[in-house]
């Protein structure tokens, strides 16, 4: 399993960026290999926090769309999830609250990656960050 990152669909919906092509190869390369793909509840809420902030809000419907078409599963965040991530939080790779979040999902669910252009992701021990064609 393999986790899809807010900035997946964002990018794709976006104005021309080398992240763009990026994200459409790398999503078709796992297709291709039977990768199962999920996100979160959060990362739903960052897409909406986002275009609202922006005043962007006609690309909330697209991005929503976007995401919801390349994943398997949303999983929900539970009451654990939001515990946990206080705790990762607090440690040393000093990661953001969403972030936060999204590891403690992921780890309640056995997953080890994630595609995403973040490169915080990277400061946290175990997780596999896939962001290159």
């Known amino acids: 399993m393999i986790f899809i990152d807010s900035n997946i669909p964002m990018y794709l ?3 021309a960026h080398p992240h763009k092509s990026e994200a459409q190869i790398l999503l078709e390369k796992l297709a291709a ?3 199962r793909l999920v996100t979160d509840a959060e990362v739903l809420q960052e897409i909406l926090h986002r275009y609202t902030g922006l005043n962007r809000r006609e ?3 697209p991005a929503l769309k976007v995401i919801l078409d390349i994943v398997d599963d949303v999983f929900s965040i539970e009451k654990a999830d939001v515990m946990r991530a206080g705790e990762i939080a607090q440690d040393r790779a ?3 609250a969403r972030d936060a979040v999204h590891i403690a999902v992921m780890e309640r669910h056995g997953i080890r990656s994630i595609l995403s252009f973040d490169a915080d992701f990277d400061r946290w021990p175990g997780l596999k960050r896939i962001y290159r064609i």
């Open 33 to 35: 290999a039977g990768q």
């Open 59 to 61: 690309a909330i419907r």
């Open 13 to 15: 919906i976006g104005a």
């Open 94 to 96: 000093l990661l953001s």
